[in-house]
């Protein structure tokens, strides 16, 4: 999840998660060395039931909040040492957990913004000094439930208003009757005839899946029109980073804010069997994770992709002496959305749009209006709908840099997700 927003330094800075009797046992019950030990929490599945632990070690940052700031000078929850696995468990990005299965699009408008991207980390890598590179090798991604979400809000996203303010999230979302037409007004061919223009409204859509299911589809259910899709999966997580460079407490966003250290970069293609690169910065890393994405395509336009509680295993090798300046990988495919998708799927083939001017940010946003406007018309969905399937099935790409100073940005959305496709 790229979030666009900061909040306002209170109590929300340390953020505490409220828990039933049950859970709360449960919790009482980890066992080990840090806090380390498996989580048994009634209906959200555990370790041994979603994706055993490869290695002997697990960091629950599931079952508490262990922190959503970077800062260099937070103590280690656990230490690894290089070639051990460690598997994380991670809460959601908005940390609503189960909640979000019951969001109304009002209620997305009062989440407390302080409590977003809860992190598990932070990892000690013994041997891991500055000046140093922390390879870590992806070993496991799967959910820890069985259900994730998309939001949509005036506060974030490409057509968000993007305002760091403390009264972004009430802020009228002034181009949302833009989304398929650069004149102010009702979308002529949106359907059906009464959709809401101009309004800003906040949108919530779910997505259902198996818990531990790393491979095949998700399955989307419109929540405005009930036009159904298959999602491709290729879980991930947002969010992988180091402690900052400098003394301080920072929030998630923006990325490699203080020397490239990784954080909220939401890499699609950095899932299993992908190696990270990041440089380190403070003794022993200090590694953290977290907001796990199920699907997400390359953009994120709407601000969050599929966003559910996830599980990690990672191992980490540190390389000495080497310095980097931003986080670098080694992936197993360029488009793992490709690799998802089923023949007949792919078969189907790839609506594209296109974007073309001297303004890069212009030429993406006329490319996703343009798609939002085809996937209404030609499939039926709302233009909420279609604003969330482009951000977690939809690519954007610079296609060229030829025509200068016109740049020309396209958008893909494959075809064949659709039930009964055009």
């Known amino acids: ?64 909040v262990l922190h959503n700031r970077w800062n260099r000078d937070l103590e280690p929850a656990v230490t690894v040492r290089p070639g051990e696995e460690i598997q994380l468990l991670c809460r959601d990005a908005l940390d609503i957990g189960d909640q979000a299965q019951t969001l109304t699009p009002d209620g997305s408008m009062t989440l407390d913004l302080g409590r977003i991207h809860p992190l598990t980390g932070p990892v000690h890598i013994e041997g891991a000094e500055p000046g140093d590179i922390l390879e870590v ?82 399955t989307f259910v419109g929540s405005d029109s009930g036009k159904r899709a298959q999602i491709p ?42 190696r990270l690169q990041l440089p380190v910065y403070a003794e022993g890393a200090l590694f953290s994770a977290g907001d796990g994405h199920m699907a997400q395509g390359d953009g994120e336009i709407s601000g969050t992709a599929i966003e559910t509680l996830m599980s990690a295993t990672l191992r980490f090798q540190v390389i000495k002496n080497t310095v980097i300046s931003a986080p670098r990988a080694i992936v197993p495919a360029a488009d793992p959305t490709q690799r998802a998708m089923s023949a007949e799927m792919a078969a ?56 200068l100073p016109n740049w020309l940005v396209s958008m893909t959305v494959p075809r064949g997700i659709f039930e009964e496709a055009a």
């Open 1 to 64: 999840m790229c979030f666009a927003h900061s909040a306002t330094a209170s109590d929300a800075v340390h953020v505490q998660a409220g828990v039933g009797p049950e859970a709360a046992a449960s919790f009482a019950q980890l066992a080990g060395e840090g806090g380390l030990g498996t989580v048994d929490v009634a209906g959200s599945g555990t370790p041994e039931t979603v994706a055993a632990p490869r290695g002997d070690r697990v960091l629950d940052g599931y079952g508490q």
């Open 137 to 218: 090798e992806v070993l496991d991604v799967s959910p820890l439930v069985d259900f994730g979400y998309t939001t949509v809000s005036p506060a974030l996203g490409l057509f968000g208003t993007l305002r760091p303010d403390v009264l972004g999230v009430f802020a009228p979302w002034i181009e949302a009757a833009q989304l398929s037409d650069p004149s102010p007004g009702r979308v002529p061919s949106a359907i059906p005839e009464d959709q809401p223009f101009g309004t800003g409204a906040a949108y919530v859509q779910l997505y259902r899946f198996e818990r531990g299911q790393s491979s095949g589809y998700a």
């Open 233 to 274: 999966i290729a879980p991930f997580l947002g969010i992988m980073g180091n402690a900052p460079m400098r003394k301080g407490m920072y929030r998630t966003f923006p990325p490699s804010f203080s020397g490239g250290m990784g954080g909220n970069i939401d890499v699609r293609q950095i899932t299993t069997g992908s």
């Open 348 to 403: 189907q083939g790839y609506y594209i749009t296109t974007g073309a001017g001297p303004d890069l940010m212009e030429d993406v946003k006329n490319a996703v209006r343009d798609m939002i406007d085809w996937l209404v018309t030609d499939q039926g969905v709302s233009m909420h709908e279609a604003y969330a399937l482009c951000s977690v099935a939809g690519d954007l790409k610079i296609s060229e840099l030829v025509d």
